[in-house]
């Protein structure tokens, strides 16, 4: 007993010694490409005109901050992704769940689905824009319908490769239909979902930035499209890291919640010796 006790005290101190390597290599690359894309266009080898620099960049996301328009701009472009994720996300999983409930309905409707999922939506986002105008309505719906087609594809797809058996198993139990979706098939698909779900949310930021790009009065894609007109490389540089970062600290939050969700899942990996060596 204390022998496992010990060899799973080694192999989480592994763990996290390796995932402290990783930080300081990544934070190292970072900063020495950061140095040498300075070090190019001080020595006049890259031209500012076109990809700006680091130091100017800082400056202007201090300026962007001060001014209140980095709150105003990322505020309205985060609620219409928010907004249309959530949107995307329970229709997604609601047709998702009814599709595979009712297997003939999802033999029609599947593929007219993806015929729809395979036009380009930057060519229709003129035909939203004109349904709904410029406001929050046309860059909601961009967003949503992009959430909801990562989600719908992970939760039908995943009720598609579940094992009968353990549908079999719940009504032999006795559970009724509600209890086998809510106890059985929801929790077996939440790793299909969440992965769903983290593709999703990078389309409804595409989604509303694109919605912007085409016709807003306000938002970061807006915000690049006017700063692009009047070449101010540095406010799009700017618009760009500010939107790495929001995709960073999303990821973040997320990688937390699916850890909570899957604590059940065991952690799997190709490299057969660091197995043999955490057990």
């Known amino acids: 007993m204390r022998q496992k006790i010990t060899g799973g005290k080694l192999s989480l101190s592994r763990t996290q010694k390796r995932r402290t390597q990783a930080l300081v290599v990544r934070l190292l690359l970072i900063a020495g490409l950061l140095i040498l894309w300075e070090f190019m266009v001080r020595s006049g080898r890259l031209s500012s005109f076109y990809t700006s620099y680091p130091s100017e960049i800082a400056a202007d996301l201090w300026e962007f901050y001060t001014s209140g328009d980095l709150y105003k701009h990322a505020s309205i472009t985060l609620r219409e992704a928010f907004t249309g994720l959530f949107y995307g996300t329970i229709i997604g999983v609601a047709v998702g769940v009814v599709f595979g409930q009712f297997t003939f309905l999802g033999h029609v409707l599947k593929p007219i689905i993806t015929a729809i999922y395979g036009i380009p939506q930057l060519t229709l986002a003129p035909v939203y824009i004109l349904w709904f105008g410029i406001g929050l309505q046309s860059k909601i719906f961009l967003a949503g319908l992009m959430a909801f087609f990562n989600i719908f594809f992970a939760t039908y797809g995943a009720i598609q490769d579940m094992e009968p058996k353990l549908i079999e198993s719940a009504h032999?139990?006795?559970?009724?239909?509600?209890?086998?979706?809510?106890?059985?098939?929801?929790?077996?698909?939440?790793?299909?979902?969440?992965?769903?779900?983290?593709?999703?949310?990078?389309?409804?930021?595409?989604?509303?930035?694109?919605?912007?790009?085409?016709?807003?009065?306000?938002?970061?894609?807006?915000m690049v499209a006017y700063a692009t007109s009047y070449f101010r490389m540095k406010r799009v540089m700017s618009c760009i890291v500010i939107l790495l970062l929001v995709g960073l600290i999303l990821n973040f939050v997320l990688d937390k919640i699916e850890s909570l969700l899957l604590k059940w899942r065991p952690a799997t990996t190709l490299n057969v010796g660091a197995d043999r060596e955490s057990a």
Request: hydrophobic share 50%; with cysteine; glycine share 16%.
């Open 172 to 222: 032999l139990l006795g559970a009724n239909r509600l209890q086998t979706l809510l106890r059985v098939v929801l929790p077996t698909c939440t790793p299909w979902i969440m992965s769903g779900f983290r593709s999703a949310l990078g389309s409804s930021l595409i989604g509303a930035i694109v919605g912007e790009y085409m016709g807003a009065a306000a938002g970061f894609g807006w």
